[in-house]
C-alpha cells in the first residue's frame, strides 16, 4: 500500500511538471507572437496573443507591462468624436494604467513598469486637460524620474524614459509659469526637457517622435539650426512605432515653417 501511494505521488509530481513546462513553453510562444503583431503594429492580434498569456499566469511580469502598452496603443487609435467614444477612449487608457500597477506590484524594481505607468497616466492627462489633473501630472514625472533612477530595462525603455520626462516638462512650460506654480506645476522647464531629450536620443538614436518633439523644444529656444538637424534625422528614421507616419509628416510641415528661420 504504500509503495501503491509513494508510486501515485512521483506520478502526480511528473504529471505537475510536465504541465508546467507545457505552459512555459505555450507562455513564450504567445510572447513572442505578441511581439511578432506589436512590430506590425496590429494591436488587436497583439492583445488577444497577450490575453492569452494572461489566462496561463495572471501574474507575469512581461505580460502584465506589456497589456498595459497595448491597451495605450488601441486607445490612441479610438475615435473620439463623441462624448460616448471618449468615455470608451478613457476607459481603455485606464485600464493601460491598472495593468502597469500590477506590473510594478509583481517587480517595483524594475523600470519598465513605471515607465509604462508614466505613459498611461500621461496619456490620460492630455485627455483631461494637464493643468485640471496637477496630481496627475506629477505622478507621471515620478514614474519617469523612478524608472531613469533604477536604471534597468534596456537603452531602449531608458532611452523612452527620458523621453516621456522631457515632454512631460515641455507640455507643462507651456504654460505661464506663475499660473502653473498655484496647481503645483511650477517646475516644468523647457531646457531641462532640452537635455531629456538629448540623452533619450544618446541611449537610443533613431526614434521617430524623439526628434520631432526635440526640434519643437528647440524652435522654442529659437535654435532653427539644430532644430532643423533634428527633423532632417527624424525623415530618415525607420518606422518603429504605430504613429511614425504620422509624425514623419509632421516633421515635414515643420521643415517647411521654419524654413526661413
Known amino acids: 500500500m504504500e509503495r501503491t501511494t509513494r508510486s501515485l505521488f512521483l506520478l502526480f509530481i511528473f504529471i505537475a511538471a510536465s504541465l508546467l513546462k507545457v505552459n512555459a513553453q505555450s507562455l ?21 496573443a497577450f490575453k492569452k498569456a494572461e489566462k496561463i499566469n495572471a501574474n507575469n511580469f512581461e505580460t502584465l507591462w506589456k497589456l498595459s502598452r497595448t491597451y ?27 495593468y502597469a500597477d500590477q506590473a510594478i506590484k509583481q517587480k517595483p524594481n524594475q523600470s519598465v513598469g513605471y515607465l509604462q505607468r508614466a505613459i498611461a497616466n500621461g496619456k490620460i492627462a492630455l485627455f483631461k486637460g494637464v493643468f485640471s489633473v496637477a496630481g496627475v501630472v506629477n505622478s507621471v ?6 524608472a531613469i533612477l533604477l536604471d534597468n ?21 507651456e504654460k505661464w509659469k506663475p499660473a502653473r ?4 506645476l511650477g517646475w516644468a522647464d523647457n531646457e ?23 526640434a519643437l523644444s ?4 529659437d535654435e532653427y539650426k539644430t532644430a532643423r538637424e533634428m527633423l532632417n534625422k527624424a525623415i530618415a528614421c525607420q518606422f518603429q512605432h504605430q504613429d511614425d507616419e504620422k509624425r514623419l ?13
Open 249 to 261: 509628416a509632421e516633421a515635414k510641415n515643420i521643415l517647411v515653417e521654419i524654413k526661413d528661420e
Open 181 to 184: 506654480m498655484v496647481l503645483g
Open 192 to 214: 531641462i526637457a532640452v537635455k531629456e531629450y538629448k540623452k533619450a536620443i544618446d541611449l537610443y538614436p533613431g526614434y521617430v517622435m524623439f526628434y520631432v518633439d526635440f
Open 72 to 98: 495605450v496603443d488601441i486607445a490612441d487609435r479610438m475615435p473620439a468624436s463623441t462624448d460616448e467614444q471618449e468615455k470608451a477612449q478613457l476607459a481603455i487608457y485606464q485600464k493601460a494604467l491598472e
Open 141 to 146: 514625472k515620478a514614474d519617469a524620474e523612478k
Open 153 to 173: 530595462g534596456g537603452n531602449f525603455n531608458q532611452g523612452v524614459a527620458h523621453y516621456v520626462l522631457a515632454r512631460t516638462h515641455a507640455k507643462i512650460s
Open 28 to 48: 513564450d510562444a504567445l510572447m513572442e507572437e505578441g511581439e511578432k503583431y506589436y512590430r506590425q503594429f496590429d494591436n488587436e492580434k497583439t492583445l488577444e
Open 218 to 221: 528647440l524652435i522654442r529656444q
